[in-house]
């Protein structure tokens, strides 16, 4: 079955680049077949979706989000990557890494990991 | 961006209970429309995709449902481990867009 785990700092200062990291087991990225995306979530709040790579590196973004967000992948690590510049404190968010399904639905999710933005 | 709206916002039931939830999209998405649970501190669990098809390994007491921009989750005898929050969200246009969530409670 697969899996996905978040890593990344739990603190980040405002206008600095949140960098986060999702390592997946039990399957390849790149197999093909799914986009590999970043989702996260306000606390007490419902779900944004951020965006989505697949293993060629072709990514699609939140256009609210589209002008200070980078998501790369590494295949040979069996890993994909969330950036986010200029943070602010409405960063501040839990965020999972997720796998999207041709369907566009997330079949798998990461455990999520909380980001504070704050000096 | 397509608008999801579920209500209630929140429902109380009773384990065997059963229970509807609905979630309006602002426009046309066809069947591209999920379901998730969630539960504190948890990741959100996919149960249903393209509005009626139930998720590997997820009990046949929940099922989904549409009707042009309307959708619904039912989940036919309330278990305790069932209390959570719900969401939808479509996967037909980019962004993906998640509905707003209902809290069921006991």
């Known amino acids: 079955q697969v899996q996905l785990q978040e890593s990344g700092p739990g603190l980040v200062k405002p206008s600095q680049t949140l960098s986060l990291t999702c390592t997946v087991s039990g399957g390849f990225i790149s197999s093909g077949g799914y986009y590999w995306s970043w989702i996260r979530q306000h606390p007490g709040k419902g779900l944004e979706w951020i965006g989505s790579i697949y293993y060629s590196g072709s990514t699609y973004y939140n256009p609210s989000l589209k002008s200070r967000v980078i998501i790369s992948v590494v295949t040979s690590r069996n890993q994909f990557s969330l950036k986010l510049s200029s943070v602010t404190a409405a960063d501040t968010a839990v965020y999972y890494c997720?796998?999207?399904?041709?369907?566009?639905?997330?079949?798998?999710w990461g455990q999520g990991t909380l980001v504070t933005v704050s000096s | 961006d397509i608008q999801m709206t579920q209500s209630p916002s929140s429902l109380s039931a009773s384990v065997g209970d059963r229970v509807t939830i609905t979630c309006r999209a602002s426009q046309s998405i066809s069947s591209y429309l999920d379901w998730y649970q969630q539960k504190p501190g948890k990741a959100p669990k996919l149960l249903i995709y393209?509005?009626?098809s139930l998720h590997s390994g997820v009990p046949s007491r929940f099922s989904g449902s549409a009707s042009g921009t309307d959708f619904t989750l039912t989940i036919s005898s309330l278990q305790p481990e069932d209390f959570a929050t719900y969401y939808c969200?479509?996967?037909?246009?980019?962004?993906?867009?998640f509905g707003q969530g209902t809290k069921l409670e006991i």
């Open positions: 393209a509005a009626s």
């Open positions: 969200q479509q996967g037909y246009s980019t962004p993906p867009t």
């Open positions: 997720a796998r999207e399904s041709d369907t566009a639905d997330f079949d798998y």
